[in-house]
């Protein structure tokens, strides 16, 4: 199994700036793409940014600009740089890694698999 566990999190004034971070842990074989994601209350969960282990990013076109996706993989650890921040953009972020698995001393699993950490609050309000 894959733990997520993010940090960072918090209460922000509009234009201010936050880093969250995000390490995995557990019985990882190796890691693909990890991600942010976010949800505010009665909104779909949409992707903010994601890092494919080569370092190629991907981020919504809202934040382009703003925001930096970076992983570090020798501590299986992404982080995201989040700056301007809008009140529209409280919600819960959540880190995702998709990775493949030990399943036992001989295997690992045939897939990838998206793997989620609780998630972290993140409030921008005056």
């Known amino acids: 199994q894959v733990q997520l566990v993010e940090s960072g999190g918090g209460l922000v004034q509009p234009g201010g700036s936050l880093r969250l971070s995000c390490a995995a842990s557990g019985s990882i074989f190796s890691i693909n793409v990890m991600g942010w994601y976010r949800q505010a209350p009665g909104n779909q969960r949409e992707l903010v940014a994601s890092?494919?282990?080569?370092?190629?990013?991907n981020y919504a076109d809202s934040v382009k600009g703003r925001f930096a996706i970076s992983r570090d993989n020798a501590k299986n650890t992404v982080y995201l740089q989040m700056n301007s921040l809008k009140p529209e953009e409280t919600a819960v972020y959540f880190c995702?890694?998709?990775?493949?698995?030990?399943?036992?001393?001989?295997?690992?699993?045939?897939?990838?698999?998206?793997?989620w950490g609780q998630g972290t609050q993140v409030t921008v309000s005056s």
């Open positions: 890092i494919t282990s080569g370092g190629s990013t």
């Open positions: 995702n890694c998709n990775a493949r698995v030990r399943m036992g001393e001989n295997r690992i699993s045939s897939r990838y698999t998206d793997y």
